[in-house]
Each structure stands twice: as structure tokens, then as C-alpha cells.
């Protein structure tokens, strides 16, 4: 896990102080006991801490498009794939977001795995009726998931079609989600190209770009995106067999723009 702070006190205690203070590291270790039996729940993926107005916002990397956003004391899937993980091992959902209805996007074992009687489900369009409920989100409407603002992202292909001419994504079926997390804007751009709608975007923080060939995005087109919405931390995920390393290349000289690579394929 990147980006963690330790709070540490040089100043020495008095014996009635001390002994107060070590109830309280009692009570804080049952605390932190419990905060890392959660964590260890997806030991072997990735974290980052990103840092906001409301808190931290912990960012688990499980694979391909899935991830899981942890804030506030709420726990947020997008796209839970169970090829990737147990599921059953991995923290209850607040709230899972769909971007699609593919099967590596829209897998019913993994949604089983982390529902609850309370959990919010959102999906895209073409998922209506498919996960009993859900509650769906269209292209540019905007709803309040566990208590995180999300508005929907149109997403979908202008260049790669099957050999019938049709899109993989056709426009108007799937989502992106931005995510707003305090001041911080996070955008998960879900299977799609460098649409218009993408480049539109503004105050973008943190940015999850796909670069799955032949079904989403060139790295040129990722970077094209990036360069046009220009978040501040660049994540190129759900990539397949394509090398990450021809992104961070490409962006190498752009300024402002971290690009982070993570186990993502």
C-alpha cells in the first residue's frame, strides 16, 4: 500500500499518562486489529491511498476492470469478475457499479459473493433487467451511491466493430462513472474509446483509461484522452496483452500527468 502517514510524539509521558494512554492503545490495537483483518481479506492486490477533502480514499487494484474504492467506512465494487478473485473473501458491498453487460463486466457468481440486503447496485443501460434490484443509470444522469456522488459517462466505440460492422460497446449501452470522493473527482472510464465525451470532462483528479485490444483503446488513444481532460494521476487498466509501457512513453514529456501502472490486466 502507497502513501501511508504515521503519526509519531517525541514527548515523554508521566506514569498516570502513560497508563491512560495504554488503555487507549488497547482499545486503538482492537481497532487496528480489526482494520487489518478487513485489508487482509484482499491481501495480494495492490492498494494506493489517494488523499481527499472528506479522507482517504483506498484504491484496490483486483484486476482487469474490477475495483474496490474504500471510504468513509464504505466499500464501493465496479465490475466484480470472479475469474479474479474469491469474492466470498473479499469485504461486503456498500455499493457495486456496473459499467456493462459483459460477462468479465456483469458476473452474477461475484455480485452474489459481496450483496447484501442493503447493498446499492447500479448498472448501465444495457443491463436492465439482468440483476434484480439494480437501479439504472443513463448516459450523463447522476445518482447518490453510499453516499458518493456518481454521474454516468457515456462509453462506447467509434473505431473497433466486430466483423458485422456493429460496436463492441455501442453507444448509448454502457457507462463510465466519475466518482466524487470530498474535492476528489475520480473517473472510471469503463470499456469505451477516446470518445468526445471523455475529452469533455473537467477537475479530474484520478482517471482509470482501458487499453483492452482489440475492444477499447490504443495506447496513442489513451494518451490522446488524457491529454485532452488531463487528469492529475493516470491509470491505464482492463489492458489486456497490451504493453502499459507504450503509454507511459507516450506520456513521458506531458507535464502534470502521473501515469501509475498496477497489476490491471
Known sequence: MRELDYPYSGRLMEAGEERRMTRGIG???????????????AEGFEKDIVKTSAGDLEITFVGHGSLIFAFGGKVLHIDPYSKLANYSKLPKADAVLITHGHPDHLDA???????????????????????????VIRNGEEKVVAGVPVTA?????????????????????GNGYVLTFGDTRVYVAGDTENVPEMKALKGIAVAFLPMNLPYTMTPEMVADAAKAF????????????????????LMKDVKGIEVRV???K
Not at 457468481?109 to 447493498?119: E, F, Q, S, V
Not at 466486430?162 to 463492441?168: A, F, H, L
Open 109 to 135: 457468481a461475484a455480485l452474489a459473493a459481496i450483496r447484501t440486503p442493503k447493498t446499492e447496485v447500479v448498472v448501465a443501460p444495457v443491463c436492465q433487467g439482468k440483476v434484480e434490484g439494480a437501479v
Open 262 to 264: 498496477r497489476k490491471m
Open 230 to 249: 488531463r487528469p492529475h494521476v493516470l491509470y491505464p487498466y482492463h489492458f489486456g496483452d497490451t504493453d502499459p509501457a507504450r503509454l507511459t512513453d
Open 153 to 173: 459517462i457515456p462509453a462506447y466505440n467509434i473505431v473497433a466493430m466486430r466483423p458485422d460492422g456493429v460496436p463492441y460497446h455501442p453507444k448509448g449501452e
Open 27 to 41: 482499545f486503538l490495537l482492537i481497532g487496528t486489529l480489526f482494520t487489518l483483518s478487513a485489508a487482509a481479506l
